[in-house]
């Protein structure tokens, strides 16, 4: 019996010391910091998205220049001569070529004589009108005088108001002889094709020797100076842009060179078949390698 008891008294000790263990906390080790607990109340800090950076608007459109024109043939006929040929520089006023213009100058030769045979007539019609003037006023001193009758001098005042008549006659066909001759001097004028302007003679369509017709074309003349740029906008953008308004064009064939350019017309209307508008823009600074007839790009910025 008393081993049974010293053997349950010491199941029992074992038993309180390994309870003891579980409660006290082991030597050497340190009680970590409670975690902060986040009022219920407390909401947390979203950081708001930056704004969008406005990257503006590229539009495209060809360059181009103001005066640009391909000259046509005004009559028809032989191409005699071609002074000039692309791609030269010329000066407005330069003769670039020229019809056969013989049977108009043989034409206007005559005009001019005819106009001259004319004035001749009017001159003895004049003449021969002083002569009747100066009878009807003897006619009437001799009236006063009785030596005359009422016939005389009636046939003398006649005779001198019909002078003025065919004087106003001859007058009128001299009139008409020398706007004939006028006439002739303009075709004579469209058989020289000259410059209409200074610029680039880019394009000659024609050869000599070649019989033309009346528009055909011959030349293709631009200037270099000054560079425009055309485009297009949607409505929603009317009123945005405005004249002077400064703006950087770019080319995809040069992307190394910036252009500055100036809002130089905008259009008042806008199209009802397209809904849009056009922007005239004329580029100002050196032009690079921009030349008509290239497609540009334009960079528009702040069009909110």
Not at 55 to 73: D, F, K, M, Q, R
Request: glycine content about 8%.
């Amino acid at each position: 019996m008393r081993k049974e008891w010293i053997l349950v008294g010491l199941g029992a000790a074992f038993l309180a010391m390994g309870c003891g263990d579980e409660r006290a906390p082991v030597g050497g080790v340190t009680n970590a910091s409670a975690p902060a607990v986040t009022p219920a109340s407390a909401k947390p800090v979203v950081p708001k998205p930056s704004e969008p950076v406005d990257a503006g608007l590229y539009v495209s459109g060809p360059i181009i220049v103001e005066h640009e024109v391909e000259l046509t043939a005004q009559r028809d006929g032989l191409l005699q001569k071609i002074y000039v040929d692309a791609p030269a520089r010329v000066k407005a006023g330069v003769l670039l070529a020229e019809l056969d213009g013989r049977q108009i100058q043989a034409n206007l030769a005559a005009a001019r004589a005819k106009t001259r045979s004319i004035e001749a007539d009017l001159k003895n019609w004049q003449a021969e009108a002083q002569v009747l003037k100066a009878d009807y006023v003897r006619q009437q001193h001799l009236m006063e005088l009785g030596l005359t009758s009422q016939e005389q001098l009636e046939h003398a005042k006649y005779k001198a108001e019909s002078d003025q008549w065919d004087i106003l006659r001859v007058t009128e066909t001299l009139n008409t002889a020398k706007e004939e001759e006028r006439s002739l001097e303009i075709e004579m004028e469209k058989t020289k094709l000259t410059a209409p302007f200074n610029g680039l003679i880019a394009r000659r369509y024609v050869r000599e020797g070649q019989n033309v017709t009346k528009g055909e074309r011959l030349f293709w003349v631009t200037a270099e100076a000054p560079l425009l740029m055309r485009f297009t906008l949607p409505e929603k953008y009317f009123g945005k842009m405005q004249t002077g308004q400064p703006l950087e064009v770019t080319c995809a064939d040069a992307p190394a060179e910036k252009h500055t350019g100036k809002v130089k017309q905008v259009s008042p209307v806008v199209d009802p078949s397209s809904g849009t508008f056009e922007v005239l823009v004329e580029l100002t600074g050196d032009r690079g390698t921009l030349r008509p007839g290239m497609t540009a790009q334009a960079h528009l910025e702040n069009l909110h």
